[in-house]
């Protein structure tokens, strides 16, 4: 049976419910349970209810035939991103809050501060808004030194409410020092230039003593312990011009984001760490429309396709190992490439660089692989109608060379696009599932 995603979030709030499970939705909730609009979910649980959650949890992901797809956790937070087929994808980002509102092993704020401040939302127990953008803020400042202007109004809304309350509150939590800045501070940018002095003390106070050196080398531990489970993913789409790329991409990456939310990057052919040459040169500007028709030009001379491959290679390495692998490694993210090194093989035309295909196959070695490498393919007669720019013999070739390459690389998948629309993005999601989902598969719930 297929479910969607709104009876997805009804039955397991109606089981946290029936199972008498402590809980509360942290955050947006306006629209549950229908979904969860562009938000993540995150439940805090009542750290005495955690194992029991965990085993409702397996069962219902089991039921509803829901995949974890990345998954990294801290000393309080378990973060699941989670695919799931029905009549359609859908994903979902969910963050479930084992003890509290901690930064790393310390709480920042009490949850017994905000127990007047459950409601019950459509049968669901959730944090009044006010209260959950207020702790929101005092998280981001002390995560990261800054907050967005949402949270900063609402934080100073909610403490010039009732500012005796709060001046006793916020003094007991972090000090003197710290409401007097607040209150002689109540509007956004002053409260804003004033962020990264705030999240100091909030810091100091949780950890006091522990120095700057300290404090880096702490948080760094406690980030790379996500690299065990290596929570990103890189996908390549390669096919000819025509074959349905930029469809497929403008049609996954929406259901992509509902699980990893703002963690879906697109890059065009390499990580892009560096300009293209032309914009290097003050030739074309980064906001320029791509070249779509790439075959009327000339491919460079030797000493010049030499000089390009050597720059661009800079990027596909350094670009990676600095741009895309910090996130990949440690985040739950999806880098999108729309085209790829191997374009040198498949589509050299569009490159331009003429160098021998031997020199190309040397450089297969230094490149970081991606994890999917999906080979979209079609009868080149179809492929050439959508794209009469590009001869019938040309596009043979082409679909040719990258049916070749894919029957020699392991992390490939063939995805006919011959057929309707909505086909291929299943068949791409399908493959995309199934190479996430594997890398999760004996993750127990904790």
């Not at 949402?150 to 972090?174: G, H, P, Q, W």
Request: include cysteine; hydrophobic fraction near 35%.
């Amino acid at each position: 049976m297929e479910y969607t995603k709104g009876e997805f979030l009804e039955n397991l709030f109606s089981i946290l419910n029936a199972n008498q499970i402590d809980y509360f939705v942290v955050g947006e909730y306006r629209n549950l349970p229908e979904s969860t609009g562009n938000h993540e979910l995150g439940i805090m649980v009542n750290p005495n209810d955690s194992q029991k959650l965990n085993i409702l949890l397996t069962d219902i992901l089991k039921q509803f035939n829901v995949k974890i797809v990345s998954y990294y956790s801290n000393n309080n937070v378990l973060f699941y991103r989670l695919l799931c087929k029905s009549n359609y994808y859908w994903g979902l980002q969910l963050d479930l809050y084992c003890k509290g509102y901690f930064y790393q092993t310390n709480e920042f704020y009490p949850v017994d501060e905000i127990k007047n401040d459950i409601l019950v939302y459509r049968g669901i127990r959730v944090l009044d808004l006010r209260k959950a953008h207020l702790i929101a803020f005092l998280k981001d400042i002390v995560h990261k030194g800054w907050s967005n202007d949402m949270y900063t109004n609402a934080f100073i809304d909610e403490v010039s409410s009732n500012e005796l309350k709060y001046r006793t509150l916020l003094k007991k939590l972090y000090g003197s020092a710290f409401v007097d800045i607040v209150f002689q501070n109540l509007s956004n940018s002053k409260l804003s230039a004033k962020s990264t002095e705030l999240g100091k003390i909030i810091f100091h106070k949780l950890y006091p003593g522990l120095s700057l050196i300290s404090k880096l080398f702490f948080l760094k531990v406690q980030y790379l312990k996500r690299g065990f489970y290596k929570p990103g993913y890189t996908i390549a789409f390669l096919g000819t011009d025509g074959s349905g790329k930029t469809t497929l991409i403008d049609r996954i990456i929406p259901i992509l984001k509902e699980a990893y939310r703002n963690s879906v990057y697109y890059e065009h052919l390499r990580p892009n760490l560096i300009p293209t040459i032309a914009v290097l040169l003050g030739k074309k500007n980064e906001s320029d429309e791509p070249d779509y028709d790439p075959h009327s030009k000339k491919p460079f001379g030797v000493l010049e396709s030499l000089l390009r491959f050597n720059y661009y290679m800079i990027d596909y390495v350094f670009g990676y190992w600095l741009k895309v692998y910090p996130k990949k490694a440690f985040e739950s993210c999806v880098w999108i490439f729309d085209r790829y090194y191997y374009e040198y093989f498949i589509d050299p035309r569009r490159t331009r660089i003429s160098l021998p295909k031997w020199f190309f196959t040397l450089g297969l070695s230094t490149i970081p692989k991606p994890d999917l490498i999906i080979c979209l393919g079609a009868k080149p007669e179809s492929i050439q109608a959508r794209k009469p720019e590009i001869s019938l013999p040309e596009v043979t070739r082409q679909v040719n060379e990258l049916s070749v390459f894919y029957k020699k690389h392991k992390n490939t998948v063939w995805i006919d696009t011959n057929c309707c629309v909505d086909k291929s993005v299943e068949d791409t999601m399908n493959a995309i599932s199934h190479l996430m989902a594997n890398r999760f598969k004996s993750l127990k719930l904790r």
